[in-house]
């Protein structure tokens, strides 16, 4: 099992629609959770950050929580075809691994005009 | 967010030479710094994990004879990869962070293309 797995994709949707990135992780002791995008040929860029669970929003993405679940989402509003992209998620792990931080292998976003 | 500079963004070098790549973090002191490989089309590979005056952690089957990491300051680490081979040509990206359960900040990459 992956410590940090997301489905591969390609997602896509049309132009408007939600996009719902998901991230699953096994370390039950992880702290902080991460989404990057990473457009083709670029590095990644930073997006959201959640620390607690629950909702955590900023513009049209929103970050979700769930730490009985071990599951982190993200969800994009109103998607555009700029946001195609592939998403990573990453996880800091916990105090026995402390610092030690993992990627998904990302899922790639394709939003259709 | 904060900005972490790579440079050079992109290299090309011939086969049995040496290249070095820097990593700055430009507006905070990074404890620890993180060194990428990435092929087309395929997931970031973790090669190191920097910390400021401390030797690199490797991740297994990287060689670390072949990538020298240098992070002589809390702004500051150096990949070289030696004697680079054409199988080295690869788009390297190194990110930075400033505590340790902080988000990471990642540089623009570097594309080394050896011939």
């Known amino acids: 099992q992956k410590e940090v797995e997301q489905n591969s994709g390609p997602l896509s949707v049309p132009e408007g629609a939600i996009a719902s990135l998901n991230c699953t992780y096994s370390?039950?002791?992880?702290?902080?959770f991460f989404w990057y995008r990473q457009y083709s040929g670029k590095s990644p860029e930073l997006i959201m950050f959640?620390?607690?669970?629950g909702d955590k929003e900023d513009g049209r993405f929103t970050a979700q929580l769930n730490k009985a679940s071990q599951y982190v989402s993200l969800l994009i509003r109103d998607s555009q075809p700029s946001d195609s992209a592939t998403y990573l998620c990453a996880v800091i792990h916990g105090p026995t691994n402390a610092g030690k931080s993992t990627f998904g292998d990302g899922t790639t976003l394709t939003v259709k005009p | 967010g904060a900005v972490v500079s790579q440079h050079p963004s992109r290299v090309i070098c011939k086969s049995g030479t040496s290249v070095k790549i820097e990593c700055r973090s430009l507006d905070f002191q990074a404890t620890t710094m993180f060194w990428y490989r990435q092929f087309p089309k395929q997931s970031l590979m973790l090669m190191a994990t920097?910390?400021?005056?401390?030797?690199?952690?490797?991740e297994q089957g990287v060689e670390k004879d072949k990538f020298l990491i240098n992070h002589a300051s809390l702004t500051l680490s150096t990949l070289t990869v030696t004697s680079a081979h054409p199988e080295d040509s690869s788009f390297y990206i190194c990110s930075a962070r400033k505590d340790i359960d902080t988000e990471a900040f990642f540089g623009q990459g570097t594309r080394l293309t050896v011939v």
């Open positions: 959640i620390y607690s669970n």
């Open positions: 920097s910390n400021e005056g401390s030797k690199a952690t490797y």
């Open positions: 370390d039950r002791g992880s702290q902080s």
